[in-house]
Nanobody, 117 residues
Framework: QVQLVESGGGLVQPGGSLRLSCAAS????????MSWYRQAPGKERELVAS????????HYTDSVKGRFTISRDNANNMVYLQMNTLQPGDTAAYYC??????????WGQGTQVTVSS
């Protein structure tokens, strides 16, 4: 069955970095658009970044442009989110999302990122 397992979250000081990973299985990974979303307490889940199947097309929400980088490794069914210059406003649960070529959507269970001194 489809599985998306996030890892790499944690507590980091402002200005620090984290790298989130999402391990995918159970579907044709290279044909799927992969995205990272985040949800802070009391707020709606929002798109952070997305990447096309080949990895050549990426999209970022304005608040993370220049700080976050999404990438994927199709050989190992992995998608990453490198987060630099983290700010308290980046504190949220981060979720991996897969959109299949047939339109089905799957989510991971999330990993918590807390930016605090």
């Amino acid at each position: 069955q489809v599985q998306l397992v996030e890892s790499g979250g944690g507590l980091v000081q402002p200005g620090g970095s984290l790298r989130l990973s999402c391990a995918a299985s159970g579907f044709t990974f290279s044909k799927s658009v992969m995205s990272w979303y985040r949800q802070a307490p009391g707020k709606e889940r929002e798109l952070v970044a997305s990447i096309g199947g080949s990895g050549s097309s990426t999209h970022y929400t304005d608040s993370v442009k220049g700080r976050f980088t999404i990438s994927r490794d199709n050989a190992n069914n992995m998608v990453y989110l490198q987060m630099n210059t983290l700010q308290p406003g980046d504190t949220a649960a981060y979720y991996c999302k897969a959109i299949m070529y047939d339109g089905n959507v799957y989510w991971g269970q999330g990993t918590q990122v807390t930016v605090s001194s």
